[in-house]
């Protein structure tokens, strides 16, 4: 990957500190699309205000050039193909850069919640007790189930191993441990990396 240069007055700090991937499209492959979607979908499981605090953090962040509102949000979400309204229009490597650099930055603010709700996912395990038995942990599943459900296109065929409640909950602790992932040192230039794994040249 090739770093852009802080220095570039044009780009936010944040956005310029994450490398360019090695790809030749101008645009974010089929899957990065996906797992950022994916991601901010776990934020909006944990976080009842989950949509306005990513326009929130835009701001904070001074992201307003690629994400001015909410419709805007809406739209580069959509740029993942298995959403219920999917959008034909590519997502670009800044706007994936600014969807990654909210998700990290909130994931950070949801560090102890995150943290909370793998540990009662492992002592739930170890004493081989489903998550309804965790108030926080079943809601977190059962919001996340809810979101999936009525955003992604369940007749899609790449769908069709999400169809129980047992995958979907499989993927939402994933995501979990992915945004605890986030919320590590250098969390959001790994986390950006991996969206490329398989797709640099």
């Known amino acids: 990957m090739q770093v852009n240069s802080p220095t570039d007055q044009s780009i936010p700090f944040i956005l310029a500190n994450l490398p360019d991937p090695a790809i030749s499209a101008e645009d974010c ?16 499981a944990l976080d009842l205000d989950g949509s306005e605090g990513m326009l929130g953090a835009a701001r904070e962040l001074q992201l307003q050039k690629w994400i001015k ?15 219920r309204y999917s959008q034909r229009r590519p997502l670009t490597i800044e706007e994936a850069k600014a969807l ?3 998700a990290c930055h909130l994931a950070r603010r949801l560090t102890v919640v995150i943290r909370q709700l793998l540990l009662a996912k492992d ?10 038995y965790h108030f926080g942990l079943a809601s977190y599943l059962m919001r996340f189930r809810t979101h999936f459900r009525s955003r992604m296109n ?3 065929t790449g769908l069709v ?23 590590g040192t250098a969390g959001m230039q790994r986390f ?3 969206l490329f794994d398989g797709e640099v040249e």
Do not use: H
Request: aromatic share 8%; hydrophobic share 40%.
């Open 29 to 44: 492959p089929r899957r990065t699309r996906l797992q950022i979607d994916f991601i901010l979908l776990a934020i909006e």
């Open 154 to 156: 369940l007749r899609r």
């Open 123 to 132: 002592q739930l395990i170890s004493q081989q007790l489903p998550a309804d």
């Open 192 to 194: 950006w990396s991996s």
């Open 69 to 83: 509102n909410r419709v805007t949000l809406w739209r580069l979400r959509n740029s993942n193909p298995y959403r």
């Open 161 to 183: 191993a999400y169809s129980s409640d047992e995958k979907l909950n499989e993927l939402a602790l994933e995501l979990l441990g992915q945004l605890l992932f986030c919320t």
């Open 100 to 102: 990654v650099a909210i």
